[in-house]
């Protein structure tokens, strides 16, 4: 491993000792300048000013390690590729560490790799793309780009004259966790639910916020002005909603905030209320993504506080260290993103909805842990989803309510050979085919596996908890009148000779000895397609297909707008 000093949170973020820099731990590689390693390529272009500069040589130990000044690691493009590199590192080492595999970028790897059907194992990353108060990840562009813009702040301020979104956790976090998850789930991005719109948007976000406590640093400065302990009544999910999410909000960089923070911290605040799911204001896609992260985020506060009653004696009058608040908040944090990183592989790969995951984030959670009593994580779960009107999804032979169930019908393994099976699409697909009836899906439409994974994770009694997870993906191309014989409705209004492509698919989850253990998911033929549609039909998308597939650089946009109607400003 090496260790690579970044920004904590953003170059507005302080405690006494001066702006808050941690060092990142992250695998050593020998890098090209760029940095340039197996993973990632930072390369200094601005398509604004059409200029491509020095690339970083960071092969060498850590050239920022000691310093404070702030202005000098804001003026130091050096500086930025160090802090892009590295944050986005930790950000992908963090998701392989909890998956236990490596994971793939979703990029098609340049026109010659394109010919051969391959897939891009390195994603560029452009830490001053273009001068606009954005920053997106672009599979079209194989990286993830951030901008830079003017400052707002009054002249003759100690703060630079140029913000850079390169030098903001949230965002990099924010835009590297779009890559990861548009690896793992390529057809998330593909027009289905209000939902799905809005997962990337609220998953993007959760990590962002539960990865800021990864360095306890960063949690320690959001508590300024707090004495060396903490007195209880500030120990409530509360009051440590207050303290920690809103202090390390108001810390931030305003003018980064609005494009990325605010409503980060500001979902937390969502008063909780069942009708808003399906209220018409939540269903604009960021906006729904604020009710994932206010469910995942106050559960996480609820663990944080039910963690620290213990350490407030019998009475539950004694004040907590404040380091060891801190400690407990990044251990609580750590086991949620866990979790939430787990629960992907317990997803769908299409149409996913928020009753979805919240079934995968419990059953993932109980596959390692089942007991659940000690710190309640999958209590504080179910409570606050449920508190936002979302409920897991409701199955029969659940070894835990509220988690996927053992598939009924009885399936055949005699023709399967299960050592193939770990990592053998066609293998996968013949399991697939030869129990498609056991399974309940549809023959007769387009069938391929995108992926076949095993990943191994460490249970609570120190044994390996071995699965294979193999994705199936169906398609299918039908005029409305032809929806029945499937068995999903056509929406009311649509002409019966309307063509449609319906996308479905499942992911079959193995136990060590082969065994499913969980079908999630369904193919073509689901009765998702219905509200699928009926979703799609509202929208006007059969209207003007072309437009409405939304990239992330115009819901990013959105989101800045959104805001600035707020603040009354303008980028
Ligand atoms: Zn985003």
Redesign the pocket.
């Given at each position: 491993m090496r260790r690579l000093t970044v920004l904590g949170q953003d170059p507005g973020f302080s405690d006494r000792r001066g702006v808050v820099t941690v060092q990142v731990e992250i695998p050593r590689e020998r890098l090209a300048p760029g940095p340039h390693g197996a993973r990632f390529h930072v390369v200094d272009c601005d398509a604004s000013t059409q200029t491509l500069y020095e690339p970083a040589n960071a092969n060498g130990e850590d050239p920022f390690a000691d310093v404070t000044d702030v202005q000098r690691l804001v003026d130091s493009r050096l500086f930025h590729a160090q802090n892009v590199y590295g944050t986005a590192m930790e950000t992908l080492c963090r998701y392989e560490r909890g998956l236990g595999r490596r994971v793939p970028w979703s990029i098609p790897g340049g026109s010659l790799e394109r010919a051969a059907n391959g897939r891009g194992h390195v994603l560029k990353i452009a830490p001053h793309a273009f001068s606009e108060a954005n920053a997106y990840y672009s599979r079209r562009d194989e990286g993830v780009l951030f901008g830079y813009f003017p400052s707002r702040a009054a002249s003759g301020s100690k703060r630079s004259q140029t913000v850079f979104t390169c030098l903001s956790h949230d965002v990099i976090a924010?835009e590297t966790t779009?890559a990861v998850l548009d690896g793992l789930r390529p057809r998330y991005t593909d027009p289905s639910s209000d939902d799905q719109a809005a997962f990337?948007?609220g998953f993007?976000d959760v990590f962002a916020l539960l990865s800021a406590f990864r360095h306890t640093r960063v949690v320690s400065a959001a508590f300024p002005d707090t004495p060396r302990s903490i007195p209880p009544r500030a120990l409530t999910a509360e009051s440590l909603r207050r303290s920690a999410l809103t202090g390390l909000a108001e810390q931030l960089g305003a003018e980064l905030g609005s494009i990325r923070g605010d409503p980060l911290r500001s979902s937390v605040q969502i008063q909780p209320s069942a009708t808003l799911y399906t209220s018409a204001e939540y269903m604009e896609p960021h906006k729904r993504g604020e009710l994932l992260v206010a469910a995942v985020m106050n559960a996480f506060l609820a663990v944080w506080a039910k963690r620290l009653r213990p350490l407030q004696g019998e009475s539950g009058k004694q004040s907590v260290a404040r380091a060891r608040v801190v400690e407990e908040g990044a251990a609580a944090a750590d086991h949620v993103l866990t979790m939430a990183i787990r629960a992907l592989d317990y997803a769908p790969p299409v149409n996913i909805d928020f009753h979805d995951y919240l079934t995968a984030l419990l059953t993932a959670d109980h596959e390692c842990y089942p007991d659940d009593s000690k710190y309640a994580y999958r209590q504080a779960l179910v409570e606050w989803f449920g508190k936002y009107g979302i409920e897991p999804v409701r199955e029969h032979h659940s070894p835990e309510p509220g988690t996927w169930s053992a598939p009924e019908r009885p399936l055949s393994y005699r023709r399967s050979h299960f050592h193939s099976l770990t990592h053998d699409p066609d293998e996968a697909f013949h399991f697939i085919w030869e129990n498609r009836e056991a399974l309940g899906i549809y023959p007769d439409a387009f069938t391929y596996v995108p992926a076949v994974n095993r990943s191994v994770k460490v249970d609570v009694d120190g044994f390996a908890v071995q699965e294979t997870f193999i994705q199936y993906v169906q398609i299918l191309g039908l005029e409305a009148r032809e929806l029945r014989k499937i068995g999903v409705r056509a929406p009311n209004g649509m002409p019966r000779t309307q063509a449609l492509t319906l996308h479905g698919g499942g992911v079959l989850v193995f136990d060590e000895f082969g065994r499913l253990k969980f079908h999630v998911g369904s193919g073509v033929n689901s009765r998702k397609q219905t509200d699928r549609l009926e979703s799609l039909w509202a929208h006007g998308f059969f209207r003007h297909e072309r437009q409405t597939q939304r990239r992330?650089a115009e819901?990013?946009r959105a989101r800045a707008m959104a805001n600035t109607r707020f603040r009354e400003e303008r980028w």
């Open positions: 924010h779009h990337h948007e993007a992330f819901l990013h």
